[in-house]
């Protein structure tokens, strides 16, 4: 019967062993998956950094460049109202000298 014991801790040691080994493979690709995955977390919070900061840029772009046409309106309205204004005062010239 010692002889079946001693086989059966042999057997149960060498299990034991490969559960070892299988154990310290797992862990091993249990940290690589935790880099690989905060790898990925630095990346996606890189691009959202970029994002917020293309938004901000266009948003800049956008405001100035509805500025500028704001500006260029204003401008070609008080051309225009002068230029009504001078064709009012020389059809009134006109109309004095002809009637």
Do not use: C, P
Not at 6 to 16: D, G, R, Y
Not at 36 to 42: A, D, E, G, Q, T
């Amino acid at each position: 019967m010692s002889n079946l014991d001693e086989s059966a801790v042999t057997e149960l040691k060498e299990v034991n062993k490969h559960l070892s080994t299988i154990s310290a493979l797992l862990q091993q690709k249990d940290q690589k998956l935790d880099e690989s995955l905060n790898v990925i977390r630095k990346d996606l919070w890189n691009i959202k950094n970029i994002i917020s900061e293309e938004i901000a840029h266009n948003k800049n772009l956008k405001d100035g460049i509805e500025k500028t046409i704001e500006n260029t309106i204003e401008k070609t309205l008080v051309k225009s109202i002068a230029y009504v204004f001078a064709a009012g005062i020389t059809l009134y010239i006109v109309s004095r000298f002809f009637l």
